[in-house]
């Protein structure tokens, strides 16, 4: 599993040797348990958080990380737009 920062709060999780329908629920068991997650602050207050996630497969051993980058972000937009805190991994959960 690697992992990088991408830009601004958005992060890359790259699952290598990894068939989508399993990295879906890798994903779907991480945004769980940030789900429930209850932050502390230093004030005593709590706070939750949610994450929304945009998932792709790369189709062909040549295919650009730009255009898998590319294809997770509209992914990950849709799931934003459409209520937050859910994963997105198919073209048919984009209307």
């Known amino acids: ?3 990088c920062k991408n830009v601004r709060e958005e992060f890359a999780l790259l699952l290598p040797n990894t068939v989508l329908s399993d990295g879906v629920i890798i994903l779907e068991r991480i945004r769980q348990h940030i ?3 209850q932050i502390v602050l ?3 207050q709590v706070i939750s958080v949610t994450v929304s996630i945009g998932a792709v ?3 062909t051993s040549d295919q650009k990380m730009e255009e898998l980058l590319h294809n997770a972000d509209q ?3 849709h799931a934003k737009a459409n209520g937050r805190n859910q994963v997105i ?3 048919a959960d984009i209307k």
């Open 1 to 3: 599993m690697d992992f």
């Open 35 to 37: 789900q429930y997650l």
């Open 42 to 44: 230093s004030d005593e």
């Open 57 to 59: 497969e790369s189709e």
């Open 75 to 77: 992914r990950l937009y």
């Open 89 to 91: 991994f198919q073209d």
